[in-house]
């Protein structure tokens, strides 16, 4: 199944169909319910801008009919089986999901598969689902979190697709024809940009042949290629009416998940904002009051890689609040903190095995690693890498990332002169002209 190499039964399988279409499975004997998933390698970065949104209207159209069914009879006949079906967009994958019991592999891979390579995307259908998801957009565009992260897109990639919105444009929804739909499936919709995983007390012969039948025949297609953006950096700011909160992001470009160098971004981001004790939740909320949220993560795709903090706070003490960040931010690049670092390589640690434990969550890791890599890597493999990285790689982390030009998104009700407190914080200088801070001992 994957190069004679002897993979135990706990972690995932790779296969390859005539076609290209690759096939993962993971047995886990103990279940008795069945994991399928069906993804594939096209979202809101593979979108000119005149198409942007129409991955996820496609998603939305798949359950609306196929050539044998409609849909009232794609839900029921997976209902009556005690099955849920779903399905998600993202920007760099569309996937389609059923949730069932193990036994009735043979009837749900034939029923994704109508989904995915019958659906006729039925015109009056398309216009019901059309006002479902401006309704969507609407509340979307009213939502200043969410403003924030799109605003702070556009500050990373600047035109490329990287910055467009999942959701998509208003008056790219408001057009789209089922004929559009059905040209942007054939060229994207390819068995080399598919990927299909089970989980479940399966045998992973019996999953190829009934995953072979179904999609066996499905057009191979090219891979479905984006060029990398180019790091842009600088501030964004949308003020909207009746907002009470200012929705600050916060980012710098990091590796992607195809550059092994992202661990210690990953690790840097647990140190900094990873539970209640790190640094950005014990000073900007327990300590000082600052915001109600904030977090810190790092958002690594195959195209593209972000150190991201975030924080909502009152608009009176967003500068106190986007100034305390820049401090801590400086201070993790100061001195590695053996304490904080051991308690995020901890946490991590953990995140890894739940994920290993929750089969959605591990189907799609490994999925992503196919994208990225060619093959699924174990989590011995993960953390292996992730028991390798030092105190030293992440201090460094934080200085490389102070070293390069940031990019800020500001959204709701933001205060005037706060384009230059971004520009103050973050300008090369900024660390010389700030208040001191303590140095604080090597923990131990």
Known sequence: MSGGIDIPASEPQLATLANGLRVVTLAQPWRQTLSLSLFVRTGSHHEAPGQNGISHVVEHMAFKGTRTRDCQCINLDAERLGAEVNAHTDKDHTAFHIDGLARDLEVFVPMLADIVLDSTFPADELERERQVILQELAEYDEDPEAIAFQLFDRACWGLHAAAQPVIGRRANIARFTRDDLLAYVTRQYTARNVVVALAGDLDPDRCLRVVEAGFGAMAAGAENAVAAPA????????????????????????????????????????VFGEGMSSPLLDQIRERRGLAYYAACSADLLALTGQFVVEASTAPERAGECLGEIARLLRQQAEAPDAVAFERARQQLVVRALRAHEQPARRLEAAVQ????HGRPRSTAEHLARLQAVTPDQVQQTFATLLASPPAVALAGSVPARMRERVAALFSPDAATHAPPVARRPLRR
């Open 231 to 270: 790091w842009h950096g600088g501030l964004k700011l949308r003020r909207m009416a009746g907002s009470g909160q200012t929705h600050m992001v916060l980012g710098f470009q990091a590796p992607t998940l195809a550059d092994d160098a992202h661990l210690p971004y990953v690790m840097a981001a647990a």
């Open 369 to 372: 690693e196919v994208y990225t």
